[in-house]
């Protein structure tokens, strides 16, 4: 069950008294502890039946006993257990997990771990609770993830926001929806997020961006390219070299696939190469631009020139010059 659907469950008082949430991705636990930390139980109820404990300086002893208290003033009572990673001994709650309180909801932050699936712990709390594994989403999730994020909340947001909002920000969950937020306060009767918002309030420039350089080296305006690289170079912190080499891999990674398809339409080969149809335009340019010998070497240089930054065979260089370098190569020796 998804972190959305346990919190729906909740919502409905449709209760277990075992809930697990585990994983890599902090967000989605993070979600349904905030909900049952706030939203389960009324305030003047949470002042007797809500207890939180730390993993770093819980006992094991004491979270069983606040478990198996019956509450009081309600029905239910809320037990969290946060950044239970850090806690020693954690297999031996293992006897209250397999024999819960009803009147008790129990939810468990275990992060960045997993139990063992093979583990008697694992099948227990298969079996008498709720199980959420979570992962971190891949890059390529991130644009419709965020998309339907922002729909949630009743709000549209343009191809090309969309775009700088999650290169600039990466597969950080938190961090998108914190500064989705902060445009959301600013947009007042509007419903649409446009580019012009991203750079206003997250701080991203529409003009001197990884998806701008990735736009000019597809179009080879070697004139562009290297007036962003110089904006880079005099604004460190706005793009560094570790950022713009996997954005101009994946501009020639899903260029290459465009060379295998069969299809003609630019819809279906969005499709098949992974990118959305806003955008299949500036990969077709690419792919006739280059053609499939200068695909192939883009990509060569690409590896050459990564491992260059950080250090093989080019010590001393800057990372300015040798994007520089690098584009020089790459849109002047390919014709």
């Known amino acids: 069950m998804s972190a959305e659907k346990i919190i729906q469950t909740l919502q409905k008082k449709q209760y277990r008294p075992i809930y697990w949430l585990e994983g890599e991705e902090e967000y989605f636990i993070d979600k349904v502890i905030q909900y049952a930390e706030h939203n389960i139980l009324t305030e003047a109820e949470a002042g007797f039946n809500l207890t939180v404990f730390y993993g770093k300086d819980a006992e094991w002893a004491d979270i069983i006993n606040a478990c198996r208290k019956y509450p009081m003033f309600s029905d239910k009572q809320v037990v969290i257990l946060k950044e239970a990673q850090q806690m020693r001994d954690i297999t031996k709650l293992e006897p209250y997990i397999d024999n819960p309180l ?4 129990f939810f468990v932050a275990y992060k960045e771990k997993k139990v063992d699936g093979r583990s008697k712990l694992a099948k227990t709390l298969k079996e008498k609770g709720e199980l959420l594994s979570t ?4 890059d390529n999730q991130l644009p419709d993830w965020t998309n339907e994020m922002i729909r949630s909340k009743n709000l549209l947001i343009t191809p090309k926001a ?3 909002l999650v290169e600039h920000i990466g597969n950080d969950l938190s961090r998108i929806e914190n500064e989705v937020e902060k445009i959301t306060i600013n947009l007042k009767d509007r419903k649409e997020i446009n580019e012009d918002d991203i750079e206003k309030y ?3 420039s529409k003009e001197y961006n990884p998806f701008e350089l990735q736009n000019a080296v597809a179009y080879r305006d070697l004139a562009k ?3 962003i690289v110089q904006y880079f170079e005099a604004n460190p912190k706005a793009a560094p ?3 713009i080499l996997p954005a101009l891999y994946n501009l020639f990674s899903k260029t290459y696939m465009i060379f295998g398809q069969k299809a003609t339409d630019e819809r279906t080969i969005a499709t098949n190469i ?5 955008f299949v335009k500036d990969y077709i340019t690419c792919a006739k631009n280059y053609q499939y010998n200068g695909i192939e070497q883009a990509l060569l240089l690409l590896h050459h020139y990564n491992l260059k930054s950080v250090g093989v065979g080019s010590q001393g260089t800057s990372d300015a010059s040798l994007l520089k370098e690098m584009m020089a190569k790459m849109m ?3 014709r």
Request: net charge positive.
């Open 274 to 278: 992974g990118v959305n149809p806003f």
């Open 135 to 138: 992962k971190k989403m891949y």
């Open 102 to 105: 009803s009147s008790t909801l």
């Open 225 to 227: 390219a290297m007036k």
């Open 332 to 334: 002047g020796q390919f």
């Open 241 to 243: 070299i570790q950022l």
């Open 202 to 204: 997250v701080g991203v």
């Open 162 to 164: 969309l775009h700088l």
